[in-house]
């Protein structure tokens, strides 16, 4: 009789072991690339959102809305790690569209740190000169470069100076596990 050599026990182990390992590290690449995809995507939207802004104020002098708050995303409403939740501005939306659409839509990742918020305030300062407009959103993952110029050190209170972050980044919100991002417009 003639018998054929099968595989043994742990060779089979050995092999699942190794694949183990291999989709391991497939899965965690992946989900960086993911990451980095998805933070690439907030940080073009929010380069449109500053020239269309920015074209507004060009073209009519002043600022789209004053001293209030505009979820410039589509989102239910964009939400801050704190809870705080801010909803559509009508006269944000309205002045904004004379010029352009801003994007509406960017990647989210969980309930809170969600969307782009608009902020104005007429007293606000960046780096010694008057600054009212402001972006604020946030990138997964912890300590990622913000992507645009004008990072803000922090939110520039209104009558209080803000300078420019030597990080490319405003902090970290480490219960969300996402960056903070204020922009001076």
Known sequence: MHYRRGFTIVELLIVIVVIAILAAI???AYNGIQTRANNTAIINSVSQTIKVINAYVAQEGMYPAFNTYACVTTTPSCVEPGGTSHGSNS???TNIIKIANPPRSIPNSGTAGIGIVYHHSD???FNGQQKPGLLMYFLNGQSQNCGVSNVMSAWGTPGQEASTSATGYS??????????CFVSV
């Open 91 to 93: 006269t944000f939306d």
């Open 26 to 28: 497939s899965i965690v």
């Open 171 to 180: 902090g970290n919100n480490t219960s969300t596990n996402k960056t903070l």
């Open 123 to 125: 007293s606000r300062q």
